[in-house]
């Protein structure tokens, strides 16, 4: 039997923790790992974090637009069925006391009631609606729903969700690996991975496996062209670039965007980092830190952030540096003098030393990047950006037979690909 514990955090209203509760098992099978279900509040956890209830509401009509096909997307790589339920979200309060009623193993009932929520379009804040996934299930109905207002059922879940506050859940799904060499003596953090796509990383540390990521490199599968958003200022654009030039090569069409203009013209935050809740933001922070692990590149958070980027992004246009792959080097090399050697690519006597150091002419460039024409140029490429549903850097865009497909993050790249390659056949 397994002896090491994976505590998995869920409420039945988000649609990535469903996903990620019909992959969760077979997960800790593969690795001789037991799942520890811990079903909690998320509308809890949002009140202590100070997060809106309905996190739809807060985004753009593009954000929104893309998170809906994202999850679409999830649901489709793990091969389960996915129909968003009118009124989402849906109160879950009873449903996860019922299951508490019920008790452990928790999992039978849980895919029960995920799957009434997110398959079979099943009201889970009514009664008629629980009393029928409970009676299916092979539960007495009636005699679990005469629980579920019992003080101690209600108890139990506020326990259960301050704990996952505790913690430093923040969302759901939330995934935990208790320290092992943690004592009451010398306590050790335990590690916490937010989101279904971070599941393959909890299988790899489970495992011991590399951190790099599994993923082979596209170049040898024909596909269709990738447009590649970015703006220098943002660490996911960096490692997303990064890992596009090897996934595409050339069959990546490049875009610098200026970031903070698109996010005016959007309605995002300038620093979306720092509205983040305390322990988002600390998530963020270690999750770049193993995203770059995956992709093998050297990464530290700059002393000097946000970034002026402006001029940066001018200097790669003069140098029509996003137009081939010789070119694309000063791409990369600006992107690691920012987010691996802490450079300052604001300054003009920096950025000529960069420009220098590959060969181009950094004076000349810095010159060139304060013509009226190279200005227009990337305003134009931002109007662009925004044109195209673009909300964030980095954004990869693939024409597929049903239109153009938007992939956000550097998480997504994969998932691009694979749209890039199906489109090509």
């Not at 208790?178 to 010398?186: F, G, H, I, K, V």
């Not at 970015?230 to 090569?249: I, K, N």
Request: charged share 20%.
């Amino acid at each position: 039997m397994p002896t090491r514990a994976l505590r998995f955090y869920f409420d039945f209203s988000c649609p990535y923790a469903y996903v990620a509760s019909t992959r969760i098992e077979a997960l800790g099978q593969r690795v001789g790992v037991a799942v520890d279900p811990r079903p909690i509040l998320l509308g809890g956890v949002f009140r202590a974090r100070a997060t809106p209830q309905d996190l739809s509401q807060t985004l753009s009509p593009a954000k929104a637009r893309h998170n809906l096909a994202d999850i679409h997307r999830q649901a489709a790589r793990a091969g389960v069925p996915l129909t968003m339920p009118k009124g989402h979200p849906i109160r879950t309060v009873e449903a996860l006391r019922a299951l508490l009623v019920v008790g452990p193993p928790f999992m039978p009932l849980a895919h029960a009631l995920f799957r009434a929520y997110w398959v079979d379009g099943i009201d889970l804040s009514s009664r008629a609606g629980l009393h029928r996934v409970l009676s299916e299930a092979g539960h007495d109905a009636d005699a679990v729903l005469a629980k579920i207002n019992d003080p101690a059922i209600k108890q139990d879940l506020r326990e259960r969700t301050e704990e996952a506050i505790t913690a430093g859940v923040f969302g759901v799904p939330t995934c935990v690996i208790p320290s092992p060499a943690s004592t009451d003596a010398s306590p050790q953090p335990d590690l916490l991975f937010w989101g279904v796509d971070r599941l393959e990383m909890v299988e790899r540390h489970l495992t011991g496996a590399s951190a790099a990521s599994p993923r082979s490199p596209a170049l040898d599968r024909p596909h269709a062209p990738v447009d590649v958003y970015f703006d220098y200022a943002s660490p996911f654009a960096y490692l997303g670039c990064h890992r596009a030039e090897q996934a595409l090569g050339d069959h990546a069409r490049w875009h610098p965007m200026l970031l903070g203009a698109l996010f005016k013209q959007v309605g995002t935050a300038n620093v979306p980092l720092f509205t983040q809740n305390d322990a988002k933001r600390q998530h963020t922070t270690l999750d770049l830190q193993r995203q770059a692990a995956a992709a093998e590149v050297p990464y530290r958070f700059p002393t000097r952030f946000p970034m002026r980027t402006v001029l940066a992004l001018r200097v790669t246009l003069a140098a029509k540096a996003h137009e081939t792959a010789a070119g694309r080097r000063l791409i990369h090399a600006l992107f690691r003098a920012y987010w691996a050697d802490d450079r300052d690519i604001s300054d003009p006597a920096e950025l000529a030393r960069i420009c220098d150091s590959l060969g181009f002419d950094g004076a000349a460039l810095i010159e060139a990047a304060g013509e009226a024409s190279v200005k227009q140029a990337l305003f134009a490429e931002t109007e662009a950006a925004v044109e195209a549903g673009v909300f964030g850097a980095p954004t990869f865009v693939v024409k597929t037979r049903s239109g153009p497909e938007l992939f956000w993050g550097a998480d997504r790249l994969d998932l691009a690909v694979d749209a890039a390659v199906e489109a090509r056949g």
